[in-house]
């Protein structure tokens, strides 16, 4: 992810401006004369990683989408003269806040099986699978879908297209529904793409059923 790189200052006054949180992954006993906020932004990064237990540490930052880095030089006090940059990545409250009502809002992509259709997979997407299913059951099919897996993601729009084009040599008709979301694959080749197409829009734990 590109990131806009501003001074060390400019970062200050924004965040004194209430305007951004701002994280840093490097552990700040590991380094001495550490200036005194770095706890305070090692704190707000190892925040994100308990929030999100799922995303790599390498990868959380570009995960929420952090839009401003900067770096601090620390000089060692001993006569080596040793230095240390220290990275600091920032992310935007506003859109911080939006992204989290997104992930709150339950969005989720679902994979469902049927009996009667036992080397087929539906992968939708829903406000709630539950209600979701209830309503293709009720629509009078020959034999009823049973949701298996649920992934709750911030785009469940992206998340469905991108496993629907991954998957779409493995599209087939249907009676049992819209034909563009029926797959001739297993169950877990369903689940592991929707996982891995789910992962940059990760917005918590998966439901087994």
Not at 6 to 11: D, R, T, V
Request: charged share 25%; glycine share 6%; hydrophobic share 35%.
């Amino acid at each position: 992810m590109r990131r806009k790189h501003i001074s060390l200052f400019e970062l200050a006054v924004l965040e004194a401006q209430g305007y951004i949180t701002i994280y840093c992954m490097l552990n700040p006993s590991t380094v001495p004369n550490v200036p005194g906020k770095i706890p305070e932004y090692y704190n707000n990064f190892q925040n994100l990683l308990l929030k999100y237990p799922r995303i790599p540490c390498d990868r959380i930052l570009d995960f929420i989408g952090c839009e401003y880095a900067s770096d601090i030089e620390v000089r060692s006090k001993d006569d080596s003269g040793a230095i240390t940059w220290i990275l600091l990545y920032a992310k935007d409250k506003l859109k911080l806040q939006d992204r989290e009502r997104a992930e709150l809002s339950g969005k989720y992509v679902y994979v469902l099986t049927n009996e009667a259709y036992p080397n087929l997979c539906k992968v939708g997407k829903a406000v709630n699978p539950e209600t979701r299913i209830n309503g293709i059951n009720s629509a009078g099919t020959v034999s009823e879908w049973v949701l298996r897996f649920a992934l709750p993601v911030t785009n469940d729009y992206k998340v469905e297209n991108l496993v629907h084009r991954h998957l779409q040599e493995f599209r087939r008709d249907s009676d049992q529904g819209h034909a563009r979301e029926f797959f001739e694959v297993d169950f877990e080749t369903a689940v592991k793409a929707v996982e891995y197409f789910g992962k940059d829009f990760y917005a918590g734990e998966s439901i087994i059923y």
